[in-house]
């Protein structure tokens, strides 16, 4: 199957298996993987934080950096379709008694600094006040969009005027870099921790970075032990991070296969698909898209339904040229 379900599909590649095997390892509960310590230290430097925390999956970076940030009680400002909010079963509920507060960001993802101005509760008798504003980065749900970072800036500059840190989920942070052609560092500059995942495109088989700084990945690293995160001889797991890492620069390859499948997907009748941003492709379906996606599995190729009438593809590292030609046939044939 061309599996073009989610970019978390990517696997590892041998480079990363032997960098796996032969990673110098330590338990990293007392600080001591140093495998763990460099990656952490070069995420923490490409994004331009302090320091920095090896978490096992993006949602516990979030849930993690939510934690971090808040006071039970409290509420968090976040995009009605964000990640945070819609994919990690209501976490900030269930870890941090945190209540979520959601405004519709624009058609791309966009919250803006009215918006956050408008839903910030000031603490008082009777209110335990806004705690956070969780952002997102490319927005998935809005098709992997690259929001610009004066965007990124605008929400916070209003978040830090009332004292509320800011938390970006990066998941996708590398490709909104990519997109936009400016660094990862300029996208984060404006928040106060940033996750970014190295499990999805950039191709390592587990493992995301959440940074901050120094004080505050001190506090995060007792919350991610909290929730058993706490990893030992994690350096087997950040060995292909590092090498992951490296693999920032390739994600436009992944964009420009994705610009050619929406452009192929567009032309297939029943569906019409918006040139994308970055790897994500949401198509819009006549049928519905639980039928669409179940015919095209048929067909050997693998989507998601994003809707009631939206499938959303995704490209990655896994996926070449000739997939793509390969995947629009198969789509051809399952909406015919
Ligand atoms: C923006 C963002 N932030 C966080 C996460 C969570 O990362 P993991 O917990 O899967 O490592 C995801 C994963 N997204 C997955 C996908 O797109 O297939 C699913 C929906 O969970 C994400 O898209």
């Known amino acids: 199957m061309i599996d073009l379900r989610s970019d978390t599909v990517t696997k590892?590649?041998?480079?990363?298996?032997?960098?796996?095997?032969?990673?110098e390892v330590g338990d990293d509960v007392y600080g001591e993987d140093p495998t763990v310590n460099e990656l952490e230290s070069r995420v923490a430097d490409v994004l331009g934080?302090?320091?920095?925390?090896l978490v096992p999956s993006g949602t516990m970076g979030n849930q993690v950096a939510v934690r971090t940030h808040t006071e039970r009680g409290q509420e968090t400002i976040l995009e009605r379709e964000s990640h945070v909010y819609k994919w990690e079963l209501g976490g900030v509920a269930q870890h941090s008694g945190v209540q979520a507060r959601p405004v519709d960001g624009d058609d791309r993802g966009v919250v803006s600094p009215e918006q956050v101005r408008g839903a910030y509760v000031e603490a008082d008798g009777h209110?335990?006040?806004?705690?956070?504003?969780a952002l997102e980065n490319t927005h998935n749900s809005k098709g992997g969009t690259a929001i610009a970072p004066e965007a990124i800036d605008a929400a916070a500059e209003v978040a830090h005027e009332r004292d509320v840190p800011v938390h970006l989920d990066g998941a996708r942070l590398f490709n909104a870099a990519a997109a936009l052609d400016v660094p990862a560092e300029r996208l984060a500059r404006e928040v106060d921790s940033a996750t970014v995942c190295l499990s999805k495109g950039l191709g390592a088989p587990v493992g995301s970075v959440l940074a901050g700084s120094e004080a505050f990945v001190e506090r995060a690293r007792r919350h991610r032990k909290l929730m058993g995160g706490g990893m030992r001889q994690a350096g087997i797991?950040?060995?292909p991070g590092l090498r992951a890492l490296e693999n920032r620069d390739r994600l436009g390859a992944d964009h420009e296969r994705a610009r050619r499948l929406a452009a192929g997907l567009d032309a297939v009748s029943g569906l019409s698909a918006p040139e994308p941003e970055t790897n994500i492709v949401v198509a819009e379906t006549d049928d519905p898209a639980e039928e669409v996606v179940a015919a095209c599995e048929h067909e050997g190729v693998g989507c998601v339904a994003f809707g009631d009438y939206r499938v959303r593809f995704c490209t990655h590292w896994d996926v070449?040229?000739?997939?793509?030609?390969?995947?629009?046939?198969?789509?051809?044939?399952?909406?015919?």
């Not at 590892?12 to 990673?23: C, L, N, V």
């Not at 070449?320 to 015919?336: H, K, P, T, W, Y």
Request: net charge negative; proline share 2%.
């Open 12 to 23: 590892p590649d041998q480079a990363m298996r032997e960098a796996a095997r032969d990673a």
């Open 127 to 133: 209110r335990a006040g806004t705690g956070l504003l």
């Open 49 to 53: 934080f302090e320091d920095a925390l």
């Open 237 to 239: 797991l950040a060995a």
């Open 320 to 336: 070449d040229d000739d997939d793509i030609d390969a995947a629009l046939s198969g789509v051809e044939r399952a909406v015919e």
